[in-house]
């Protein structure tokens, strides 16, 4: 077994991210149309490359020996073919590669943002390559200390899933339950995913729309040929909220429908184009968003800052802050992180630090997500946090509230 169509793939062939795609497909859900590398490809070439001979030490060395590998003839060949039928009558030949591994997007572990995905691929030999990059992604720093906290120390199998690229006019995400959270941008949703982008954001009630909160929207996101290319949102763009209120109420009543049939709450990724909203997502919510509550301005005296509550627990610490990797080696255990913005490579680090605190994103990125799943406290969205938390200080953070006590 090569290539499999995405609406026939299960869990054992598709890994956690195509099985769920796959049954709302079946279901009738408007699912890009897409086609699946099994797990088993992978396994068969772990097993030719002696990858189960390697620990979690050795995580560079089975990322070199992946990439310098090369697929079957045989299973080129049927990319190949996969990929004509698929963009076959599609906008474009582009389409979108992901990561879907066997052991991601489970009741207990999201796997947020630790293994590779990649958008606007297009041609066989490209999507060969991200297939490759997707199993290496495997062996990746940081998903190696997500395993570690989650007490797994194998990577398991890969499957990838390919599908037809969609070129979104708005994008985001959503968590179902008794209040949807609903998060959205401008453009290609991978900004806002990956915690770069403050969302605008949406609290949702079967009673109607509790709640609206406009984002800073200061960039987008959006495909130029083979191009990913990120500018600046215009003023007009960032003012207006780019979901109305009729969208907002159509993705709550999709969310419920799409919860319904995989059987409890979801974090649904999607993307609108004109009048058609594509589900790209649908896993489990491993931790639920705490409740939101209205963001002060600095108060008592200078003494307090606020943001936005993204994970629960309350927690005190020094400011350690990150402005890039080079700064890594310098947390140590105990530290609340204050940056800019965080990224999902930046995982190893929420292992040993107390809190996060940034100044930009929202309570469904990746970030906020692991942060959940590992019970550390994060606060988002907090106006000059990098200015007013000053290096070595110690802070308390309350996740719960959004409260930055100096």
Same mark, same amino acid.
């Given at each position: 077994?090569?290539?499999? $169509?995405?609406?026939?793939?299960?869990?054992?062939?598709?890994?956690?991210?195509?099985?769920?795609?796959?049954?709302?497909?079946?279901?009738?859900?408007?699912?890009?149309?897409?086609?699946?590398?099994?797990?088993?490809?992978?396994?068969?070439?772990?097993?030719?490359?002696?990858?189960?001979?390697?620990?979690?030490?050795?995580?560079?060395?089975?990322?070199?020996?992946?990439?310098?590998?090369?697929?079957?003839?045989?299973?080129?060949?049927?990319?190949?073919? %996969?990929?004509?039928?698929?963009?076959?009558?599609?906008?474009?030949?582009?389409?979108?590669?992901?990561?879907?591994?066997?052991?991601? $997007?489970?009741?207990?572990?999201?796997?947020?943002?630790?293994?590779? @995905?990649?958008?606007?691929?297009?041609?066989?030999? #490209?999507?060969?390559?991200?297939?490759?990059?997707?199993?290496?992604?495997?062996?990746?720093?940081?998903?190696?200390?997500?395993?570690?906290?989650?007490?797994?120390?194998?990577?398991?199998?890969?499957?990838?899933?390919?599908?037809?690229?969609?070129?979104?006019?708005?994008?985001?995400?959503?968590? *179902?339950?008794?209040?949807?959270?609903?998060?959205?941008?401008?453009?290609?949703?991978?900004?806002?995913?990956?915690?770069?982008? *403050?969302?605008?954001?949406?609290?949702?009630?079967?009673?109607?729309?509790?709640?609206?909160? /406009?984002?800073?929207?200061?960039?987008?996101?959006?495909?130029?040929?083979?191009?990913?290319?990120?500018?600046?949102?215009?003023?007009?763009? #960032?003012?207006?909220?780019?979901?109305?209120?009729?969208?907002?109420?159509?993705?709550?009543?999709?969310?419920?429908?799409?919860?319904?049939?995989?059987?409890?709450?979801?974090?649904?990724?999607?993307?609108?184009?004109?009048?058609?909203?594509?589900?790209? #997502?649908?896993?489990?919510?491993?931790?639920? =968003?705490?409740?939101?509550?209205?963001?002060?301005?600095?108060?008592?005296?200078?003494?307090?800052?606020?943001?936005?509550?993204?994970?629960?627990?309350? %927690?005190?610490?020094?400011?350690?802050?990150?402005?890039?990797?080079?700064?890594?080696?310098?947390? #140590?255990?105990?530290?609340?992180?204050?940056?800019?913005?965080?990224?999902?490579?930046?995982? /190893?680090?929420?292992?040993?630090? @107390?809190?996060?605190?940034?100044?930009?994103?929202?309570?469904?990125?990746?970030?906020?997500? =692991?942060?959940?799943?590992?019970?550390?406290?994060?606060?988002?969205?907090?106006?000059?946090?990098?200015?007013?938390?000053?290096?070595?200080?110690?802070?308390?953070?309350?996740?719960?509230?959004?409260?930055?006590?100096?």
């Amino acid at each position: 077994m090569t290539i499999v $169509d995405l609406i026939d793939a299960d869990h054992p062939i598709g890994g956690g991210k195509a099985a769920p795609l796959a049954e709302l497909t079946r279901a009738g859900f408007t699912v890009p149309t897409g086609f699946v590398v099994p797990a088993n490809i992978y396994r068969t070439a772990a097993t030719a490359l002696d990858l189960t001979e390697l620990s979690a030490d050795d995580a560079e060395e089975g990322r070199s020996r992946i990439l310098r590998a090369r697929l079957p003839g045989a299973v080129v060949d049927d990319v190949s073919r %996969a990929l004509d039928r698929i963009t076959d009558g599609a906008p474009t030949d582009y389409v979108a590669v992901r990561s879907s591994s066997i052991a991601e $997007d489970d009741a207990h572990a999201s796997a947020a943002g630790q293994h590779d @995905s990649f958008l606007a691929v297009r041609g066989t030999e #490209q999507v060969c390559q991200a297939i490759f990059r997707c199993w290496a992604s495997l062996w990746s720093e940081r998903a190696a200390a997500y395993r570690a906290r989650q007490f797994r120390q194998t990577p398991g199998d890969m499957a990838v899933l390919v599908q037809r690229f969609v070129d979104p006019t708005v994008s985001g995400v959503m968590f *179902t339950g008794t209040t949807s959270v609903i998060e959205a941008s401008w453009g290609i949703g991978e900004r806002l995913v990956a915690g770069h982008v *403050t969302p605008d954001s949406w609290r949702v009630r079967d009673s109607g729309i509790v709640e609206r909160r /406009p984002g800073l929207k200061a960039e987008r996101t959006d495909r130029y040929d083979e191009h990913l290319l990120t500018r600046p949102t215009a003023t007009a763009e #960032q003012k207006q909220l780019c979901l109305t209120d009729r969208d907002v109420l159509r993705l709550h009543t999709l969310g419920e429908e799409v919860s319904t049939t995989l059987g409890g709450p979801r974090d649904i990724e999607w993307a609108i184009t004109e009048d058609t909203t594509w589900i790209l #997502q649908a896993r489990p919510v491993t931790a639920s =968003v705490p409740d939101s509550t209205a963001p002060s301005p600095i108060a008592s005296g200078d003494a307090t800052i606020f943001g936005e509550p993204a994970s629960p627990g309350v %927690a005190s610490g020094p400011v350690r802050l990150i402005r890039g990797p080079g700064d890594f080696p310098k947390v #140590q255990r105990g530290d609340v992180l204050v940056c800019r913005h965080t990224d999902p490579a930046w995982t /190893p680090l929420f292992t040993i630090a @107390s809190a996060v605190v940034t100044e930009i994103g929202g309570v469904l990125s990746h970030a906020a997500i =692991v942060a959940r799943e590992v019970g550390i406290p994060a606060v988002l969205s907090v106006p000059r946090a990098t200015e007013l938390l000053l290096p070595s200080s110690v802070v308390t953070v309350d996740g719960n509230t959004g409260r930055i006590s100096l």
